[in-house]
């Protein structure tokens, strides 16, 4: 239940959205092209940041710089 604590921990580091055009999923509610988000985990394939929900949310890392 590590992904509790997501919020409250310290940021990895900071990335840019470049894009908000997905083939599957509507991201563009959440994600703003242009505007900086604080990294809270990162895998392989995806990146766990604080979108404009105010929440964490995980997303393809191709939605970022």
Do not use: P, R
Not at 16 to 44: H, M
Request: glycine content about 6%; charged content about 20%.
């Amino acid at each position: 239940m590590i992904h509790t604590n997501w919020a409250t921990n310290s940021t990895i580091k900071t990335v840019t959205c470049s894009s908000t055009d997905a083939k599957k999923f509507l991201v563009s509610n959440v994600l703003t092209v242009g505007k900086a988000y604080e990294v809270k985990n990162e895998t392989e394939e995806f990146i766990f940041v604080i979108d404009n929900t105010g929440k964490v949310g995980g997303y393809y890392k191709e939605y970022f710089q």
